[in-house]
């Protein structure tokens, strides 16, 4: 049964920085892609960053291109999000998320397979 385990969120001031990870545990085949999206109270959720597992191919929500860079460690199984200059409108629930077979839509959340538990990021102003 494959698992997602976030870790690293936190409250951070504004202008600070996070990394937030990803394992991902108990796969017997390989994942297509990962990716992080997001969800503030009251609002659905949100895509964040996505990445190709074999080529590295990256993809930014457009409220985050610039501050944020998603990464992955093959050997680790384990992506991260590398969070810099966070503002309050940031804070949310961040998930972590993978798709099994190929997809080109990765921003639509629905195209994912599997999820995490979430993990809080809250930035004070």
């Known amino acids: 049964q494959v698992q997602l385990v976030e870790s690293g969120g936190g409250l951070v001031q504004a202008g600070g920085s996070l990394r937030l990870s990803c394992v991902v545990a108990?796969?017997?085949?390989?994942?297509?892609?990962m990716g992080w999206f997001r969800q503030a109270p009251g609002k659905e959720r949100e895509f964040v960053a996505a990445?190709?597992?074999?080529?590295?191919?990256?993809f930014y929500g457009d409220s985050v291109k610039g501050r944020f860079t998603i990464s992955r460690d093959n050997a680790k199984d384990a992506v991260y999000l590398e969070m810099n200059s966070l503002k309050p409108e940031d804070t949310a629930v961040y998930y972590c998320?993978?798709?099994?077979?190929?997809?080109?839509?990765?921003?639509?959340?629905?195209?994912?397979?599997?999820w995490g538990q979430g993990t809080q990021v809250t930035v004070s102003s």
């Open positions: 998320a993978a798709v099994r077979y190929y997809i080109s839509a990765y921003r639509n959340r629905e195209r994912y397979d599997y």
């Open positions: 108990g796969r017997t085949f390989s994942m297509h892609a």
């Open positions: 990445i190709t597992w074999s080529g590295g191919s990256t």
